[in-house]
């Protein structure tokens, strides 16, 4: 392979990667895992995840993305080095990369992530907002004067951004998706059932029988857990309805900062999406009935896009193959010298 360029979807929760000319190659969760005394790593991504919670205490699990923003840039650093590699090991030259960031971060945040792409092996980087790339990997075709918008609901935050002319017209980031709807479940069954649960056990009772309104038929699901008194394993069934009610608070949130970014967005734009709809890509796009509460909510047809998981690295795919549409609006290419970036000690 000579040079290909490349998408980076840099999640809370996972990182997918995404080769011109060859699709989505990588997806894999966004954790490292250390030897404490060393601080020598010993795995990246779903190797270091399944040690999550289950290692002894001599391994420690990162997870460095908070909320979508970098919040331990050696452990990022140390995952996207090994991920780059992997990938460009063929490569003749150093790869050009589009990668995303929430629609509401600091120039300083942005920096950093730049910064830190350069640093793990690109020639230059590009950054995009995540629910434009997420908007351009659903198929919306934002080079037209139309109006789309698109909620991209993560593990660390929910983008809603109103899409027109491949730029954003109106958005809002909340630093509520996923991981906070695994915590509530979490914290409901502490408090009511008395049962400390793990964290990758709550988002097992999210994905299996969570639900963003109460179901016809009540689902059940036997979990294990510790007794909070008496510090014993035990196993509880667990309903629907349950964790609805752990998780209606935070589902109340994204659909009002849905209803928030509408009430902003200007007439003619409202209009397109009054026929157009509202597209919901990222992992929360799976939750059971996600898509009826925003309709119910917002009175707007609502669709899940197709593979909602991927739609934001196949949009940065998008993004690479259009990056003159995308130039036109300020996205550009940064190398590492034009970035000023001085704050990676290269021999880690
Ligand atoms: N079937 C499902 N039902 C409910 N939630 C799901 C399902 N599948 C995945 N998720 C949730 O989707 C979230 C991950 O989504 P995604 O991969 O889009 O996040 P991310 O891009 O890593 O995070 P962010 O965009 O916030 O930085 C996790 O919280 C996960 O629990
Ligand atoms: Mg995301």
Redesign the pocket.
């Known amino acids: 392979m000579i040079g290909k360029n490349i998408g980076i979807?840099l999640?809370?929760?996972?990182v997918v990667i995404y080769v011109e000319g060859k699709g989505i190659v990588l997806s894999e969760p966004?954790a490292a895992a250390y030897e404490v005394n060393t601080g020598k790593l010993l795995a990246v991504g779903k190797r270091a995840y399944d040690m999550y919670e289950k290692a002894p205490d001599s391994i420690r699990v990162v997870k460095p993305?908070i909320n979508?923003i970098v919040s331990d840039f050696t452990a990022t650093k140390h995952i996207l080095r090994s991920f780059l590699s992997k990938i460009c090991k063929t490569m003749v030259f150093k790869p050009n990369v589009v990668a995303c960031v929430p629609s509401m971060v600091t120039s300083l945040e942005k920096r950093t992530i730049l910064d830190l792409i350069t640093s793990a092996g690109a020639a230059k980087a590009c950054l995009i907002e995540?629910p434009l790339a997420a908007a351009l990997g659903a198929g919306l075709k934002s080079d037209r004067p139309k109006g789309a918008m698109v909620v991209?609901i993560?593990?660390?935050?929910t983008d809603i951004a109103v899409i027109t002319m491949g730029c954003i017209s109106v958005s809002s980031s909340v630093k509520v998706?996923?991981?906070a709807l695994?915590e509530a479940i979490r914290r409901q069954i502490r408090r009511e059932r008395d049962v400390i649960i793990g964290i990758r056990t709550a988002?097992m009772i999210?994905?299996r029988i969570?639900c963003s309104y109460l179901r016809e038929v009540e689902l059940g699901l036997t979990v294990k857990g510790k007794h909070f008194i008496t510090g014993m394993p035990v196993s509880i069934e667990v309903s629907s309805t349950e964790a609805y009610l752990a998780m209606r608070p935070q589902l109340e949130q994204i659909s009002e900062a849905v209803r928030s970014v509408l009430e902003l967005t200007p007439p003619e734009l409202a209009a397109d999406i009054m026929e157009s709809g509202i597209y919901l890509t990222?992992?929360?796009a799976?939750?059971n009935g996600i898509d009826e509460m925003i309709y119910r909510k917002t009175g707007i047809k609502t669709f899940i896009a197709d593979d909602p998981?991927n739609c934001?690295a196949l949009g940065t795919g998008e993004a690479l193959a259009h990056i003159d549409i995308l130039s036109q609006n300020g996205y550009v290419f940064k190398s590492r010298d034009e970035i000023g970036g001085l704050e990676v000690d290269e021999t880690e």
């Open positions: 979807d999640g809370t929760t996972s966004c993305m979508g995540e991209d993560g593990g660390g935050t998706a996923g991981n695994d988002e999210k994905r969570g990222g992992g929360g799976l939750l998981v934001v």
